[in-house]
């Protein structure tokens, strides 16, 4: 596909969207409106999983320490912590399985929490060169919502920390590697993934609420690559059949 092709389809489509395409082999990219900051919905959850895996690595954390779920955790919509019993004892690790595998809610706030606060990984998030990415309020809290305070990110930042995961050099190697099991083993596949069945392996992260929709991850295909389509304030399931239709042609050939 070329660039033109995808500006075609997107003409078809209302809103404010954007797509960024990378190569992990030749280091082809498309890119369209992938700079503009974008109302992020659960995509945010991978800056966050950086964050996590990055206090891991300067020991303010550990894989094993343990949580204790209390009663005002919990958060509705997805996942599901939010339907475990208060006093349930679940793992750092854990906690960060949920918030990408189930884009659970509630374990995204308790991490937040657990990182030091919004300020904080937004801080970090500077010092790793991403000027865009904001974290601005904890998930599905409706009254900031409803102040129109949203998380923001870009496609090209996105397609930056997962390119880096790939080529492991996302806070380490290690961490790389792990957080690409992570997102390999996400449970939300109506996007990218709706068209291929098993036939491919996707490392990828969804994104949805009114008006929005997304999906950003890592295809395997025969020359793998980066693929981040963002969507705010459009016709969604005409953006989700654009984003099954692109992951799929894009893979042609390449599988």
């Known amino acids: ?19 960024y395409y990378r190569n992990l082999v030749t280091g082809a990219t498309i890119g369209i409106r992938e700079r503009t900051p974008m109302m992020a919905a659960s995509v945010i959850k991978i800056p966050i999983l950086v964050e996590a895996f990055r206090q891991i690595r300067t020991g303010e954390h550990a894989k094993e320490e343990k949580y204790v779920l209390q009663e005002g955790d919990k958060r509705p919509s997805c996942g599901c912590l939010n339907r475990m019993h208060a006093g349930l004892e679940v793992t750092y690790e854990d906690l960060c399985n949920l918030m990408i595998i189930l884009s659970d809610n509630s374990a995204t ?11 904080r990984i937004n801080e970090d998030l500077r010092g790793m060169g991403y000027e ?9 809290d409706k009254e900031a919502s409803d102040r129109g305070v949203q998380n923001y990110v870009t496609a090209v930042e996105i397609a930056d920390m997962l390119e880096k995961m790939y080529r492991g ?40 609420d009114d008006g929005i929709t997304h999906d950003v991850g890592i295809l395997y295909a025969r020359e793998p690559f980066v693929l981040c389509c ?26």
């Open 230 to 255: 963002m969507g705010n304030e459009t016709d969604c399931p005409a953006f989700n059949r654009f984003m099954q239709d692109i992951a799929w042609q894009l893979c042609q050939g390449s599988v």
């Open 109 to 119: 706030n308790i991490l937040i929490r657990l990182l030091g606060g919004m300020d």
């Open 132 to 140: 865009t990415l904001q974290v601005n309020r904890l998930l599905f």
């Open 1 to 19: 596909m070329e660039k033109e092709d995808i500006e075609g389809l997107l003409k078809e489509i209302p809103g404010k969207t954007c797509v």
């Open 169 to 208: 050099q996302m806070v380490d190697s290690e961490a790389s590697a792990d957080m690409l099991d992570i997102l390999k083993a996400q449970r939300l596949n109506g996007k990218f993934p709706f068209r291929f069945g098993d036939g491919i392996v996707m490392a990828h992260k969804t994104g949805e």
